[in-house]
C-alpha cells in the first residue's frame, strides 16, 4: 500500500497569503495524484489530477506540481472560501489518501 | 452536471448489513467509461476506499482487500442507483460513507461525489 504523508497537518494563513501544502509517497506514484478540498458538511471537490492538471471549473488560483514521490498544492492567494481541508490521492496502484492538511484562518 | 444523492440509515447494530443507496443523476450507472465508488471517513482510518462497480458490456466490481469478504454491491438501472452492502459490521465500521465518481477506467480519481451519510455502528 502507498502511504501518503501531508504536512503541514495543520496552516495557519491569513486571506491573500500564499499556500504550500506538501504530499509525500511512500513509493514512487509518477504523476498519479490528485488533490481534494473539503469543505465541512460538503462534499469534497476534485482540485488536481494528474499532479498539475485542473479540474473543470477550478480556479488558476490553485496549482499542483510534482511527480515521483514529491507533490505540491499551491493556493496563490487565499480567498475566504478557500479555508478547507485538503487532501491527496494516489492513483498509481489501489487508491489511498493523505491524512489531510487544515488550512486555517490565522 | 452530475449529481449524487444519498440515503440510508444512520444507525446500524453490531454483526447487521450497512446498506446504502446512491442515486445519480447527469450520467448513467450502466456508463461504458464510469465506476461507481464508495469511500468511507473516520478518525481512525482517514479517508479509505472501499470499492467500485461499472458496466464493460456486463458488470465488474472490484474491492479493498481490508472489507473483500464483507462487501457487495448491486445496481438498479431503472432508478440510476448504486448501492453499497457491508454485513457483519463492527463500531470500526463507523464513519461517514460517499459514494463518488470515477470517470474513467484507466484513472482513478474521483470528480463527483455523494454528500456522505454518517453510519454509526452501536447496539
Known amino acids: 500500500e502507498v502511504v501518503l504523508t501531508q504536512s503541514p497537518a495543520t496552516l495557519s494563513l491569513s486571506p491573500g497569503d500564499r499556500a504550500t501544502l506538501s504530499c509525500r509517497a511512500s513509493q514512487r506514484v509518477s504523476s498519479s495524484l490528485a488533490w481534494y478540498q473539503h469543505r465541512p458538511g460538503q462534499a469534497p471537490r476534485l482540485l488536481i489530477y494528474?499532479?498539475?492538471t485542473r479540474a473543470t471549473g477550478i480556479p488558476d488560483r490553485f496549482s499542483g506540481s510534482g511527480s515521483g514521490t514529491e507533490f505540491t498544492l499551491t493556493i496563490s492567494s487565499l480567498q475566504s472560501e478557500d479555508f478547507a481541508l485538503y487532501y491527496c490521492q494516489q492513483y498509481n496502484d489501489w487508491p489511498t489518501f493523505g491524512q489531510g492538511t487544515k488550512v486555517e484562518i490565522k | 452536471q452530475v449529481q449524487l444523492q444519498q440515503s440510508g440509515p444512520g444507525l446500524v447494530k453490531p454483526s447487521q448489513t450497512l446498506s446504502l443507496s446512491c442515486v445519480i443523476s447527469g450520467d448513467s450507472v450502466s456508463s461504458s467509461s464510469a465506476a461507481w465508488t464508495w469511500i468511507r471517513q473516520s478518525p481512525s482510518r482517514g479517508l479509505e476506499w472501499l470499492g467500485k462497480t461499472y458496466y464493460r458490456s456486463k458488470w465488474y466490481s472490484d474491492s479493498a482487500e481490508s472489507v473483500k469478504s464483507r462487501i457487495s454491491f448491486n445496481v438498479d438501472t431503472s432508478k440510476n442507483q448504486v448501492f453499497l452492502h457491508l454485513s457483519s459490521v463492527t463500531p470500526d465500521d463507523t464513519a461517514t460513507y460517499y459514494c463518488?465518481?470515477?470517470?474513467?477506467?484507466?484513472?482513478?480519481?474521483?470528480?463527483?461525489w455523494g454528500q456522505g451519510t454518517l453510519v454509526t455502528v452501536s447496539s
Open positions: 494528474g499532479a498539475s
Open positions: 463518488a465518481r470515477q470517470p474513467s477506467g484507466w484513472v482513478v480519481y474521483f470528480d463527483h
